[in-house]
């Protein structure tokens, strides 16, 4: 992470614990983590595609060395592994070519449970063993992708899912947006550019480092959350967007006297949903990459975890639990484990208030980048 010198430690605490919860507990990311899951599953189709076009564009090397940035913790990693190394051994048997071995770096920040992900891998080593696979050697790469993590022109292939959308710290110059966790229809114009220029410089930099780092016609595949910009409107955010029910639930907690006032208006989501045009400009303008292709779909949270979606009350539930398994820890640094339990059972209500709305902001973005 990059922080702000002229901030306190306290004052950032929160943007330090920036992680998944970790363990295979009940709230854990492991154990909630389903609708990323599926994000996977749909961004295969490119995943693999360029895949394919890496390794006949290289003449099939005997060697691959993969990173994959933001793997949390738990298993969902090693579906993106699987995927690449599946394509590879496939494309490789099917033009009667050796399968490379392949390097597989596992990225987080050094505060992330890499402990529980590393569990998997006997499992993960075992099922390759079993299907004949390409020979995949994993590894740790602690520290932020907003800094240097590996030597010049050694990566192929970079895969990174729901990670860069998260900031290296908050915005400055929020003051005027107090009970907002993150923009809303009520925000001021100001809270907008303050969050888009942060992840410029953010996704700016982290371009350029990976450029660094990726061979000559190296590939990312990259997947975020972005949004839908309606009527032109840069602030507009529907009411169940994951951030606006946590700054409602927040307010309960406000009016119920759990919480102070002082300490909801010093919280600030480090995060930022780009749009399209957004993503394209910042690609562009950089200049280190070309986009080989950009595809957005749709975004449905509260039915991450239940297949009966109808079912508002269990859709409110699971959905607090996903949102609780990503944000527990920065809120635990902020706010204290207390008011947890409290406040998203408050989330669960909210999302089954709001499990109607239909106008919905959020999507997912998925976009390949070769290196020029």
């Known amino acids: 992470m990059v922080y702000n010198d ?5 004052e950032y605490a929160f943007v330090k614990a920036l992680r998944m919860s970790g363990g295979a507990g009940a709230n854990s990311y492991s154990a909630n983590s389903l609708l990323q899951r599926r994000v996977l599953s749909m961004a295969k189709p490119i995943l693999v595609k360029n895949t394919e076009e890496m390794m006949m564009n ?23 592994i699987s995927n690449i190394i599946t394509t590879i051994n496939v494309l490789c048997q099917n033009t009667n070519q050796n399968s490379p071995e392949i390097d597989c770096c596992l990225n987080d920040l050094p505060e992330n449970d890499f402990n529980t992900t590393f569990k998997f891998v006997p499992f993960f080593n075992k099922e390759l063993m079993i299907t004949n696979q390409a020979s995949c050697f994993v590894y740790g790469a602690p520290g932020s992708f907003y800094s240097r993590l590996f030597s010049r022109n050694s990566l192929h292939f970079i895969h990174s899912s729901y990670a860069l959308h998260w900031l290296s710290k908050v915005p400055e110059k929020l003051e005027n947006d107090k009970e907002n966790v993150f923009i809303t229809n009520s925000s001021p114009l100001s809270a ?30 990259l997947t975020f959350i972005g949004r839908n910009t309606l009527n032109n409107d840069p602030l507009y955010r529907d009411c169940c967007h994951v951030w606006t029910l946590l700054s409602k639930s927040l307010c309960d907690l406000v009016f119920e006297g759990l ?5 909801l208006e010093a919280f600030n989501m480090p995060f930022y949903d780009p749009n399209e045009q957004e993503l394209k400009e910042m690609i562009r303008n950089e200049g280190s990459f ?19 979606h109808h079912n508002y009350g269990v859709a409110g539930y699971n959905e607090a639990k996903t949102i ?45 980048l070769i290196k020029k």
């Open 259 to 263: 919480v102070s006032n002082s300490k």
């Open 192 to 221: 907008y550019k303050a969050y888009l220029n942060q992840f410029q410089r953010d996704f700016t930099i982290f371009l350029r480092l990976r450029s660094e780092e990726i061979v000559s016609d190296g590939r990312m595949v």
């Open 58 to 80: 290289f003449k099939f090397p005997n060697y691959i060395k993969v990173a994959e940035l933001g793997c949390s913790s738990g298993q969902n990693t090693f579906l993106a």
């Open 324 to 368: 609780r398994a990503v944000t527990e820890p920065m809120l635990v640094a902020h706010f204290g484990e207390d008011i947890i339990d409290t406040l998203f059972d408050k989330y669960a209500r909210h999302v089954s208030q709001h499990a109607s709305c239909t106008n919905k902001t959020s999507v997912t973005l998925v976009v390949a």
């Open 6 to 10: 002229e901030k306190s430690d306290d």
């Open 290 to 308: 070309e986009i080989n292709d950009l595809e957005k779909h749709g975004f449905d949270l509260g039915h991450s975890n239940e297949e009966e």
